[in-house]
């Protein structure tokens, strides 16, 4: 099983650039996330989704933008890119509330 | 809001117990998971509390008390390969939805 798969696993953008995270899981999950984790730190969240058309803010929404079209894909929108955005990117996915959640292996993003 | 709190750094020998602890100020709990994330690379599941007491697996336990905000995961018969970031993570409702947030997570190294 391919699980939670995120592209691409590395990028390097420059000050203002735009781009998109993709995220896509083969699980049928109905929950999906998208974090950030900076150097040494926790994940932030920054947005979730309980299903497909439904989407909402987490901890960190500023600077990006979400969507989700299918139970599958959750992809992460970068507008502008900025160098507080270097970071890496988590995406996860769930069944439900109370199952655990299954961790794609992270984009190391870097902002120039 | 919500709030999770555990501390940054632990060290243990190989072969000891170490307990990991987490305090959460939340409105709307529905349960607390616990994650490993080794350098690198993502995290992955451990345990899954959402009623209080003990659950056991393996050499790890992980404990819930909602009514003190508390939560502890207890590692035995420590290995090296233990030496991980552990992650405490609290799911909450927001909004009408379940968000998962996560603390910063303590890192745990293991030396002979």
């Known amino acids: 099983n391919a699980g939670v798969t995120q592209t691409p696993k590395f990028r390097i953008l420059k000050i203002g650039q735009s781009m998109t995270l993709q995220c896509t899981q083969d699980?049928?999950?109905?929950?999906m996330y998208w974090y950030r984790q900076d150097p040494g730190m926790g994940l932030k969240l920054i947005y979730y989704?309980?299903?497909?058309?439904?989407?909402d803010k987490g901890e960190v929404p500023n600077g990006y933008n979400v969507s989700r079209s299918t139970t599958e894909d959750f992809p992460l929108r970068l507008e502008l890119a900025a160098p507080s955005q270097t970071s890496v990117y988590f995406c996860?996915?769930?069944?439900?509330?109370?199952?655990?959640?299954?961790f794609g292996q992270g984009t190391r993003l870097t902002v120039v | 809001g919500q709030n999770i709190d555990q501390p940054t750094e632990m060290t243990a020998t190989e072969g000891a117990i170490v307990q990991i602890n987490c305090t959460y100020q939340t409105s709307g709990f529905n349960g607390l998971f616990w994650y490993q994330q080794h350098a690198g690379e993502a995290p992955t599941f451990l345990s899954y509390n959402v009623l209080d007491g003990l659950e056991e697996k393996g050499r790890f336990s992980s404990f819930l008390s909602r009514s003190k905000g508390y939560s502890y995961l207890l590692l035995k018969e420590l290995q090296m390969k233990d030496s991980a970031s552990y992650l405490c993570a609290v799911r909450a409702v927001s909004g009408g939805y379940n968000k998962l947030i996560f603390g910063a997570g303590t890192r745990l190294a293991v030396h002979p």
């Open positions: 699980m049928n999950h109905n929950y």
């Open positions: 996860a996915s769930s069944y439900d509330r109370n199952t655990e959640a299954f």
């Open positions: 989704s309980v299903g497909a058309g439904i989407t």
